[in-house]
């Protein structure tokens, strides 16, 4: 009766011990290798030891105590396979043994005898539902384990499976913050219209940040079969740059078989499988990517690595590259909205510009020569009605052909063609109702989209502090430095201009955002009007191609 008074007094202390560990929230090394030994010595074992199930059939090593204090391997992985308590506790969820490994088989079992196991005991560790892993207690010596061992086990299987419970649920709130952290983030870049490489860069180093790893990348799926390079973030750098062809990948690699099966892949010894020559030498002997799913296509995938990669790294990735999936759709579809923008003003310019030729060689030309034929057909000094009435017909003609030359200069002016946007704002400001101070700081021509966007910026500026500001003075000041070109545009008028109320100021934002530029109006009443704008001045500004889902 004293010794299973003693027992029942150890075992208790040995669960309020563990319960103090749970109740505390200990790091799970602390509290698995708390639980391995408190398990070992009180039922007098030679070893015991924590191990987890994983997908794909493996089990992990998380903890194990000796009575010798010798290390048994921790974060081994070994396949499940024949007849061994692993493989009992999975099928069927309960307690089970193995007193003669005569019979035993499969990896485990190989392994417990090459360390001279000869009895093994283990219980379920259930958490939600589902065997999440095996606490397992043995003998290498002759032992004979107690009668109700299996129940004993299960008292602290049980204060396991609830401290296990709790940090899941624990991480998966902390892991939903950081996410929606991360997305807000990203969703910021978006709303801002920041350009889709900028988005990708900023979406690789959120996983990166995200997952701890030392190094992640973007890579989009080309619709011609290749890959892109779209970002990488890190310690290691490809031969690959970011924006080039993503090519000489393993065939038996991520990429390839993100590609191939849609779903997330992991390497754990890129020097195990064909071609990983080149990952090792950047220095990448692991690695773990999930694909990106865009508009319900495979659009690419995001790869982290290297460094020891958790079992469950695919699982928690894939939460956050649904969202990742979302941003990268919300960027290319702005983007795309852009390029179909610049495409309008394109075709809008160039329509402009047909017509202005048209009219100008065409009518025009033609009235012209008519006026001309009309005053040679009458000489001045012949003085009757007959020929009065050709010489008005002849003013009226040339009246008719300054009208088109005046309309043809609205459509589309011939001097920005011609001479660029310099002496083009200066013949603005001279044809201004009211006084222009025009200072343009240009040193040659620009990308001639953003000559006509800052022209007609400037033409409806005047136009406006004509006809609405009752402004005395307008200043125009413009300067090209650097990559960009700055607009700025300023009356002392009576002010409150708004931009939702005008269709012209509509259009010129418009304009402007169709280059990826920025346009701001400033207009408190009775205080002027300021408009600001810059755009791009590179060769390819105004031709924006979304560089995303292609």
Request: aromatic share 4%.
């Amino acid at each position: 009766m004293g010794d299973q008074t003693r027992q029942l007094a150890d075992e208790q202390a040995a669960l309020r011990r563990v319960a103090t560990l749970v109740a505390r929230v200990a790091p799970a090394d602390e509290l698995f290798a708390a639980v391995v030994a408190e398990v070992g010595r009180l039922l007098a074992a030679d070893y015991a030891r924590l191990a987890r199930y994983e997908p794909g059939e493996v089990i992990t090593v998380m903890s194990t105590w000796t009575r010798t204090g010798s290390q048994l391997p921790v974060g081994q992985r070994l396949a499940i396979a024949g007849k061994n308590v692993s493989m009992l506790v999975l099928q069927t969820g309960r307690p089970a043994r193995v007193d003669d490994f005569a019979d035993a088989s499969g990896p485990i079992a190989a392994e417990a005898r090459a360390h001279g196991v000869r009895c093994t005991v283990g219980a379920p560790i259930i958490v939600e539902g589902r065997v999440w892993g095996v606490m397992s207690v043995g003998a290498i010596q002759e032992w004979t384990p107690p009668a109700d061992i299996e129940a004993r086990l299960a008292s602290f299987t049980d204060l396991l499976a609830t401290a296990i419970a709790n940090a899941k649920a624990d991480q998966e709130l902390r892991e939903l913050a950081a996410t929606q952290a991360a997305l807000r983030r990203l969703a910021m870049l978006v709303a801002r219209g920041e350009q889709p490489e900028a988005v990708f860069a900023a979406v690789t180093r959120e996983a990166l940040r995200h997952f701890g790893l030392g190094t992640a990348r973007m890579i989009r799926f080309e619709l011609d079969g290749t890959a892109t390079l779209v970002a990488n973030e890190g310690k290691t750098t490809p031969d690959v740059g970011v924006g080039d062809p993503w090519v000489g990948y393993p065939p038996n690699g991520l990429t390839a078989t993100v590609r191939r099966t849609g779903r997330a892949a992991r390497v754990d010894d890129y020097g195990a499988i064909e071609g990983g020559e080149a990952t090792l030498r950047e220095g990448i002997r692991s690695a773990v990517a999930v694909p990106i799913h865009v508009d319900g296509r495979l659009w690419g995938l995001i790869a982290v690595g290297p460094g020891p990669l958790p079992p469950d790294l695919e699982q928690r990735m894939a939460a956050f590259t649904d969202l990742v999936g979302t941003a990268v759709a919300n960027a290319q579809t702005r983007a795309e909205i852009i390029a179909s923008r610049a495409r309008i003003v394109a075709a809008s310019d160039d329509a402009r510009r047909q017509i202005e030729r048209d009219l100008h060689d065409g009518a025009q030309q033609r009235l012209l020569a008519l006026a001309l034929r009309l005053r040679s057909a009458v000489a001045p000094n012949k003085g009757d009605e007959a020929g009065a009435e050709i010489m008005d017909v002849a003013a009226d003609v040339m009246a008719v052909t300054d009208e088109l030359r005046e309309m043809c200069r609205g459509i589309h002016p011939a001097i920005l063609s011609s001479q660029g946007l310099r002496p083009a704002l200066r013949s603005l400001g001279r044809r201004s109702a009211i006084p222009v101070e025009v200072d343009v700081r240009i040193d040659g021509r620009l990308p001639e989209p953003v000559e006509v966007g800052a022209y007609y910026v400037v033409s409806e500026m005047l136009t406006n502090a004509a006809k609405h500001a009752r402004a005395s003075v307008v200043e125009v000041d413009v300067e090209a430095s650097g990559a960009r070109l700055r607009v700025r545009v300023r009356d002392d008028g009576v002010g409150g201009a708004d931009s939702l109320q005008g269709s012209g100021l509509i259009g010129l934002k418009d304009r402007i955002d169709a280059l990826g530029g920025t346009f701001s109006l400033h207009s408190p009443a009775g205080a002027g009007t300021t408009v600001c704008c810059e755009l791009p001045t590179s060769a390819d500004a105004g031709h924006t191609d979304s560089g995303a889902g292609e």
